[in-house]
């Protein structure tokens, strides 16, 4: 089984630090994605990355930036935290042409 | 462009009815369409999936049918249990050839009662 693992739960920081979630997989996916939910949006893609060191934006990426140094790793940055990125963060990798496999999510919360 | 509307919830049932949960979509080409599941505190698991138009998608005892003519992808179940309570997501992957891009809708949330 593919295991998508998210470093936190649950995340609490300040406005203005500087805040990262990690992400690894395990099964040598190629791509692998972040998207933040909120209640009545879904899910909306912040950036993806199908190869190492490559990366692309997806529907909301401001606020954010990404960093895949590592093929099983995607690290989500929050450059300068702000109350309106207080989401749940969820992780995905995917092979090919193969359904996406998500993380249990980090529920991130900035006072 | 690409979109995926599903019905509000949440949807409240007593164990043992029947549910649907209503998807429709718009989408340029030929997507594949997807059910997703969130257990409460856990992330998303693929349900079920449906590649082209008249598919049907199985898993569980869901099933769910590609119907390009009216552009759904309707999720149903003939009795529910309570362990079926979650949020459900609905989502496409748009045919372009190029990144791997899921859409998905709002979800709906389900409530099983015993």
């Known amino acids: 089984d593919v295991k998508v693992t998210q470093s936190s739960r649950y995340l609490v920081k300040r406005t203005g630090e500087k805040v990262f979630l990690e992400c690894v997989q395990d099964?040598?996916?190629?791509?692998m994605f972040w998207y933040r939910q909120d209640p009545g949006l879904g899910l909306r893609l912040i950036y993806f990355s199908y190869d190492v060191k490559m990366k692309e934006k997806g529907d909301i990426p401001e606020g954010y930036s990404v960093s895949r140094e590592k093929k099983e790793r995607f690290s989500l940055i929050l450059e300068s935290a702000s109350t309106n990125q207080t989401s749940m963060y969820l992780c995905?990798?995917?092979?090919?042409?193969?359904?996406?496999?998500f993380g249990d999510g980090t529920r991130l919360s900035i006072l | 462009g690409n979109s995926v509307t599903q019905m509000e919830g949440p949807v409240t049932l007593s164990e043992e009815a029947f549910l649907t949960i209503n998807c429709t979509y718009t989408?340029?080409?030929?997507?594949?369409l997807f059910w997703y599941v969130q257990y409460p505190g856990e992330g998303l698991q693929l349900l079920l999936k449906a590649t082209k138009a008249d598919d049907k998608g199985s898993n569980k005892g869901f099933e769910a049918t590609y119907r390009k003519e009216t552009t759904s992808f309707h999720l149903e179940k003939g009795s529910v249990q309570v362990s079926d309570s979650a949020v459900y997501f609905c989502a496409l992957t748009p045919f372009s050839g190029g990144y791997n891009k899921l859409i998905f809708g709002a979800g709906t949330r389900l409530a099983v009662h015993p």
């Open positions: 099964m040598d996916h190629e791509n």
């Open positions: 995905a990798s995917r092979q090919g042409n193969q359904p996406q496999h």
């Open positions: 989408a340029t080409g030929y997507p594949s």
